[in-house]
């Protein structure tokens, strides 16, 4: 914990008036950017998958960005879409 806060708090004057955000700054070039953005890729993925699959592929591809996993489990716990009322299921070929 010491460690971070000596990460954090590197180069910052806690007096001065922008402090706070010189902090804040510290702390988000901590994040590991990258490996959020492929996870997050990964996750919508999944998630355009699984709405696909019940019917729903935006609304998937959306609970998957805002929720991760979670979303997975939100998009398989809604019902299946009703099917488009003027839509005709392709003829059998033979």
């Known amino acids: ?7 954090a708090m590197r180069g910052v004057d ?14 988000w070039a901590m994040v590991p950017w990258a490996a959020l ?33 979670i979303g997975w489990l939100v998009i398989c716990c809604r019902p299946r879409a009703p099917a488009r009322p003027g839509a005709v299921p392709p003829p059998l070929r033979r």
């Open 1 to 7: 914990m010491h460690e971070l806060l000596a990460r």
């Open 14 to 27: 806690p007096g001065a008036p922008g402090a706070f955000w010189h902090v804040c700054l510290n702390l």
């Open 37 to 69: 953005f492929w996870w997050n890729l990964l996750f919508m993925v999944v998630g355009a998958l699984l709405g696909w699959w019940r019917g729903r592929l935006w609304e998937g591809i959306a609970w998957a960005w805002v929720l991760g996993p």
